[in-house]
Structure formats: structure tokens, C-alpha cells
Nanobody, 122 residues
Framework: QVRLVESGGGLVQPGGSLRLSCATS????????IGWFRQAPGKGREGVAA?????????HYANAVKGRFTISRDNTKKTVSLQMNSLQHEDTAVYYC??????????????WGQGTQVTVSS
């Protein structure tokens, strides 16, 4: 059974940076595509970034975060990270990592972490 645990959220000023980490475990988890999603207050959950599970990693980003966020994974350490730079108020949300069925459409695969809060405020 695949298990995902997020960490690294917190409070940051506009223009600042945060790095989120998703610790993965379970049989075959290195083969799964993993994505980061977020849900802001009063809004639906949206895909942010995703990465394939193959050795030659492919990535996909939502337009709102392109050029600011970078997703990466280390299958040796079984972690998937999201480096977030130039954070804006609109990035405030609970961030989740999840398995992903389709990168381009951010279709979730069904396994989710518990979420970590990111708040961008001065």
C-alpha cells in the first residue's frame, strides 16, 4: 500500500520561498507518477505540478506556477519535493501530494497525503 506524507509548509512573506517534501513508501512507489495539488479556502482542489516515476523524469506544471515552482524526486530517498519561489498571496492553500494517473490533466491516482498548510502573508 502506497503512503504519502507531506512536510515543509508554513508562513512566508510574499516573494519568499518554501520547499515542500512528500515522503513516499510502499511497494513499487518509485514507479508511480506523483503530483502536488492545492486547495485554497473556498476553492476546489487544483493540480500544481507532477512528475513521472520513470528514471527519465517528465514534469508538468500548472500555468499559475510555471517558472516559480520546481518539482523533483529522489527515488533513492523516496521523496518528491516542490520548491516554491516568488510566492504570492494567491499561493496560500493546503498542499497535498498524491499519486497521479495522468500528468497533463492532473488526474489523481487515488492515494493522497494529509496535506500541509502554506500561508503567504506579510
Amino acid at each position: 500500500q502506497v503512503r504519502l506524507v507531506e512536510s515543509g509548509g508554513g508562513l512566508v512573506q510574499p516573494g519568499g520561498s518554501l520547499r515542500l517534501s512528500c515522503a513516499t513508501s510502499g511497494f513499487g512507489v518509485s514507479r508511480f507518477a506523483i503530483g502536488w495539488f492545492r486547495q485554497a479556502p473556498g476553492k476546489g482542489r487544483e493540480g500544481v505540478a507532477a512528475i513521472t516515476g520513470s528514471d527519465i523524469y517528465q514534469t508538468h506544471y500548472a500555468n499559475a506556477v510555471k517558472g516559480r515552482f520546481t518539482i523533483s524526486r529522489d527515488n533513492t530517498k523516496k521523496t518528491v519535493s516542490l520548491q516554491m519561489n516568488s510566492l504570492q498571496h494567491e499561493d496560500t492553500a493546503v498542499y497535498y501530494c498524491a499519486t497521479v494517473f495522468d500528468l497533463v490533466t492532473f488526474t489523481p491516482g487515488g492515494t493522497w497525503g494529509q496535506g500541509t498548510q502554506v500561508t503567504v502573508s506579510s
